[in-house]
């Protein structure tokens, strides 16, 4: 069988690697891709028919639950999984009771994703309240005690003043790979800039250490840029 898969994802690079994984995992799957719920809605309309959707829920343009029942109310029997960088119960459940099928980390693992992906468009939903991730332990709240030992160490080095190609050459990292821990850093602290996130974190008391010259400069293995979970 031939899917139809609407992609909603803002980064790009996360989106590829979504694309990459449904090829290999679907038999010539059609992919449709938006960087915006606006953006897809519009393409779930112009398409004759839907039956996954895949809702990037912290990126989306207007509120998680109103976009999950929009997409719901234009093709009625799609499957929609909801992919959220910041892993919450409370957005969990709305997004549940607002039709989803389920709730997935961005840390989850490939194979489990392609589990969950074929258990959806069989149309059997994850039980209410479960957020598919790495882990069967609760997931923390947002706050600053969620972010990674690296996305603190990005954040130090933020506060210091570093640009993203600064921190890459720093960290021995790809820029992409900067980048997507700065979003997700300010998904986490709930601003919208660079500079708010060092001013929450500095109200917060974050307590993230200032790396010294000679650690700056050891060599540190390359993170894949192409790589679709990460964890630090």
Same mark, same amino acid.
């Given at each position: 069988?031939?899917y139809t898969i609407l992609i909603v994802e803002e980064q790009p690079l996360f989106r590829e690697a979504l @694309?990459?994984?449904?090829?290999?995992?679907?038999?010539?799957? &059609?992919?449709? !891709?938006?960087?915006?719920? #606006?953006? %897809?809605?519009?393409?779930?309309?112009?398409? $004759?028919?839907v039956d996954l959707v895949l809702l990037d829920a912290v990126r989306t343009s207007v509120h998680a639950t109103?976009?999950?029942?929009?997409?719901?109310? &234009?093709?009625?029997?799609?499957?929609? &999984?909801?992919?959220?960088?910041?892993?919450?119960?409370? #957005?969990?459940?709305?997004?549940?009771?607002?039709?989803?099928?389920?709730?997935?980390?961005?840390?989850?693992?490939? #194979?489990? +994703?392609?589990?969950?992906?074929?258990?959806?468009?069989?149309? %059997?939903?994850?039980?209410? %309240?479960?957020?598919?991730?790495?882990?069967?332990?609760?997931?923390?709240?947002? %706050?600053?005690?969620? +972010? $990674?030992?690296?996305?603190?160490?990005?954040?130090? +080095?933020?506060?210091?003043?570093? @640009?993203?190609?600064?921190?890459?050459?720093?960290? /021995?990292? !790809?820029?992409?790979?900067?980048?997507?821990?700065?979003?997700?850093? +300010?998904? $986490?602290?709930?601003?919208?800039?660079? $500079?708010?996130?060092?001013?929450?974190?500095?109200?917060?008391?974050?307590?993230?250490?200032?790396?010294? /010259?000679?650690?700056?400069?050891?060599?540190?293995?390359?993170?894949?840029?192409?790589?679709?979970?990460?964890?630090?």
């Amino acid at each position: 069988m031939t899917y139809t898969i609407l992609i909603v994802e803002e980064q790009p690079l996360f989106r590829e690697a979504l @694309c990459r994984l449904l090829q290999a995992v679907f038999d010539a799957p &059609i992919l449709i !891709e938006a960087s915006s719920a #606006d953006d %897809g809605l519009c393409l779930a309309k112009d398409a $004759t028919s839907v039956d996954l959707v895949l809702l990037d829920a912290v990126r989306t343009s207007v509120h998680a639950t109103e976009s999950i029942k929009a997409f719901r109310s &234009i093709h009625q029997s799609t499957s929609l &999984i909801v992919m959220s960088a910041v892993a919450d119960e409370r #957005d969990a459940q709305s997004a549940f009771s607002a039709g989803a099928h389920a709730y997935v980390s961005k840390t989850i693992s490939s #194979d489990a +994703l392609i589990s969950i992906l074929h258990r959806v468009l069989d149309k %059997g939903a994850l039980p209410c %309240g479960r957020i598919a991730s790495t882990s069967n332990k609760k997931l923390p709240r947002r %706050g600053p005690s969620v +972010l $990674t030992p690296r996305q603190i160490e990005v954040l130090g +080095l933020l506060s210091q003043g570093y @640009c993203n190609k600064e921190i890459g050459k720093l960290l /021995n990292v !790809e820029v992409p790979t900067v980048k997507m821990h700065v979003s997700d850093i +300010l998904s $986490t602290l709930g601003v919208s800039n660079r $500079t708010k996130a060092v001013v929450a974190a500095r109200d917060l008391n974050l307590n993230y250490s200032r790396l010294r /010259n000679d650690e700056m400069a050891r060599p540190r293995p390359a993170v894949p840029a192409m790589a679709l979970c990460h964890s630090f």
